[in-house]
């Protein structure tokens, strides 16, 4: 990977600047001077995009000069190539923010195409058609700008929310992604793909897709190059398990419940997940918030283990992967020295509102805290995925490994599907066990 999981020195190590922004970033919310983040809402005619008229942009503009000078200051100590950094990111923020305007498009809200798959496709246009400039070279810090985005996410992550859930939840998450990840990992090992990059695919399709590729790829010391084609897989793939997962769910005539704790076990993307919820409707024709609330209660549970997977990853990759490749084995203490630091970022970041803020300061304080740092999260995600396709050959994509990964992939998350509706109507159906009741 980069700098991040090595012994480089704290101040140029890149897992520490993403905690220290990432802390900073929280910190900010909790005194209440954060800067916000531009409202853009649901529109069919541009002009509605913008219902605070100009000071929108005057709102960019300020969290422009709030994310760039947070990654300047970190890209001082890490030796960026500073010179050409600012004017790529100010191209990188532009092209962020024209993705997140067309994200609000109403038809394209509807389906849940996510800004990220905007931001995506702006970045491999760019850099499979034209000349990829030297500024923006400079400036596409994928792995930066994705890991403080996920230190941004563990302040989202409240255990309180998590406990809702309760054994339901937490069941289904323990038990699809256990038999995923396996499962991934032994048909990326007959398809021949590499121990570390199965490794990276079986967290990526067991957990969250996203976050869970990022934090794999650093606990293994993976590929970057093959992190990035995982991260593209993903946003490709949710656009199209949206698209196809809900009509499946109400020709099974699933209940809403079950209905959306399958798609919240299955797609990878949290905001694909409650966009999916959101095409499920009840018995009376309506939106169906407790498939919305499923999903999003089983997603979360699977979110939080993020840090115990990485840290096991790292155990594994360090003691026995290593060994298998003839390289003399490392001590225990190794593990701590390649464990992603951004991991622990994120960690804290969640234990911090949930034990610290929650308790002290009440539940609506951490939620103001909370939706502060998803705000962010969105942004600096919306930043790398920019940058990933500035650095993606679209042809790579498909043929990388002789195209074996990306069948693997595919073949992994249709067996997938049908373990997480097989365990949803166990645990949610009724059939067996009486599930929550989540009123629509």
């Not at 990654?71 to 790529?88: A, S």
């Not at 596409?140 to 563990?154: A, P, R, S």
């Not at 093959?226 to 209940?255: F, G, K, N, R, T």
Request: glycine share 8%; charged share 10%.
């Amino acid at each position: 990977m980069s700098n991040g999981n090595s012994r480089t020195p704290v101040l140029q190590n890149e897992d520490w600047w993403a905690c220290f922004i990432g802390w900073f970033i929280l910190l900010l919310a909790l005194w209440g001077v954060l800067p916000a983040t531009p409202k853009i809402a649901k529109w069919t005619s541009l002009a509605a995009a913008f219902p605070k008229g100009w000071s929108t942009l005057g709102t960019a503009i300020m969290l422009c000069v709030t994310m760039g000078i947070l990654t300047f200051i970190g890209g001082i100590f890490m030796k960026y190539d500073l010179k050409n950094y600012l004017p790529g990111f100010l191209v990188i923020f532009a092209i962020t923010f024209v993705s997140m305007v067309i994200s609000k498009q109403a038809f394209v809200s509807k389906w849940g195409i996510s800004y990220v798959l905007f931001a995506l496709a702006f970045g491999l246009i760019i850099s499979n058609i034209f000349k990829v400039p030297k500024i923006l070279k400079a400036a596409g810090q994928t792995e930066f700008f994705v890991k403080i985005g996920l230190v941004c996410m563990g302040a989202t992550i409240m255990f309180s929310v998590v406990l809702k859930a309760g054994v339901f939840g937490v069941l289904q998450a323990v038990l699809v992604a256990t038999v995923v990840w396996f499962g991934t990992y032994w048909i990326c090992r007959k398809f021949k793909v590499s121990e570390r990059f199965s490794s990276i695919i079986a967290t990526a399709n067991a957990i969250c897709g996203v976050s869970a590729s990022i934090a794999a790829g650093g606990a293994v010391q993976g590929d970057p190059k093959e992190v990035s084609y995982m991260v593209a897989w993903v946003l490709v793939c949710a656009v199209v398990l949206i698209l196809v997962m809900p009509p499946i769910a109400a020709w099974l005539d699933l209940p809403t419940n079950q209905g959306g704790a399958w798609l919240g076990g299955v797609i990878d993307n949290t905001g694909a997940v409650i966009a999916a919820g959101e095409i499920l409707r009840d018995k009376a024709g309506n939106p169906s918030k407790a498939a919305v609330e499923a999903a999003a209660m089983v997603k979360m549970a699977q979110n939080v283990m993020i840090g115990l997977v990485a840290f096991l990853m790292a155990i594994w990759a360090t003691m026995s992967l290593e060994k298998q490749e003839g390289v003399e084995k490392p001590g225990f203490s190794e593990v701590w020295f390649r464990f992603p630091k951004f991991v622990v970022g994120f960690m804290v970041a969640s234990l911090v509102v949930s034990f610290l803020i929650e308790p002290a300061m009440g539940k609506k304080a951490a939620n103001a805290v909370s939706k502060a740092c998803k705000s962010y999260r969105s942004w600096f995600f919306a930043l790398c995925f920019v940058a990933i396709g500035l650095e993606t050959d679209f042809k790579e994509l498909v043929t990388v490994g002789g195209g074996r990964p990306a069948i693997a992939y595919w073949l992994s998350q249709t067996a997938n599907a049908v373990w997480t509706l097989f365990i949803s109507w166990l645990l949610w159906s009724g059939t067996f066990i009486t599930p929550p009741i989540l009123p629509d």
